[in-house]
């Protein structure tokens, strides 16, 4: 197992979504024992802190359509700026979040650097939303859009003009509550998608056989992990503000992770939407750092 140097970055940000107490994941994520788990399997990890994230108590939506956008395109710019210079000295970076728009800062910060990024979005929902089609306006079900170039011209552009990731590089797993318009995205832009139809049907490690075969045969020159805990069934991680029963299980996601780790293409991480205020005894976090344990290369044996 290669020994890296990775670099912890929390962001504690709830703007992109409805539900407060998201911004607190990354302390509760911290709280169950990240750097100790990375520490122990033999990486060396230093925890960057927190990005700066303003607090607003008072939340005057200006736009119904695009719900706290200032506040989100100020963490995702600094999330951003602080992403690009760990990789510039060499480091993993490993985001926590905070709600999964911070993603679009994420993956912001990683193409100053990678010129064919690959992401493995694993996730409930397919966040391929923009403003047109979100039946909610929360941000935080539109970066994977973003990304591609799609939406508000303020986000789209954020850190560096246009956009960020090719459709073709992009693999979402456990799909299970996708929106109309972004079915209509997904078809488009011919984006693959493994619902949990293909995971029952076929089995986690043909998912992942496939994903990793697709993703390498596409010669991406890094490869980004987005993980949403709501990837996983409610059972495992209730600690979620958007929980869509009959999800990826936690053994299923364990196998994903090791199927990852032995890849060898994984280069950044990010685990979002831990809500500790809907948690119970920070299960959803234990869960986070177990899934990081087996991407990280921890073994039984």
């Given at each position: 197992m290669k020994q890296l140097k990775i670099s912890l970055i929390g962001v504690p940000s709830d703007y992109g979504q409805s539900r407060r107490g998201v911004d607190m994941g990354p302390s509760a994520i911290r709280y169950a024992g990240a750097v100790q788990r990375l520490e122990a399997i033999g990486h060396q990890v230093t925890d960057e802190g927190d990005v700066s994230v303003c607090a607003v108590e008072s939340r005057a939506h200006e736009d119904s359509k695009l719900k706290n956008l200032d506040e989100v395109i100020q963490a995702c710019s600094q999330l951003a700026g602080?992403?690009?210079e760990v990789v510039k000295v060499g480091r993993f970076p490993l985001v926590l979040g905070g709600d999964h728009s911070i993603a679009i800062g994420t993956i912001a910060g990683l193409t100053d650097h990678y010129e064919n990024l690959g992401v493995i979005w694993y996730d409930a929902h397919a966040?391929?939303?923009?403003a047109e089609t979100s039946p909610s306006g929360n941000i935080h079900g539109m970066p994977l859009a973003v990304s591609l170039g799609l939406g508000h011209d303020a986000l789209v552009n954020l850190h560096t003009d246009g956009s960020k990731i090719r459709p073709e590089n992009v693999v979402i797993i456990g799909a299970r509550s996708v929106d109309p318009g972004e079915r209509e995205l997904i078809r488009e832009k011919g984006i693959k998608v493994y619902t949990m139809h293909e995971i029952d049907r076929d089995g986690m490690t043909a998912v992942m056989q496939d994903a990793i075969s697709y993703l390498k045969a596409r010669k991406v020159d890094g490869l980004h992990l987005s993980l949403d805990l709501d990837g996983l069934d409610p059972l495992y991680t209730?600690?979620?503000?958007?929980p869509v029963p009959g999800g990826i299980s936690y053994r299923e996601s364990h196998l994903a992770m090791e199927m990852l780790e032995d890849s060898g293409l994984v280069t950044s991480a990010e685990f979002v939407e831990v809500n500790p205020i809907?948690?119970?005894?920070?299960?959803?976090?234990?869960?986070a750092v177990g899934l990081m344990g087996s991407l990280f290369g921890e073994k039984l044996l």
């Open positions: 602080k992403v690009s966040d391929i939303n923009t209730p600690g979620v503000g958007t809907l948690d119970e005894k920070n299960k959803t976090a234990d869960v």
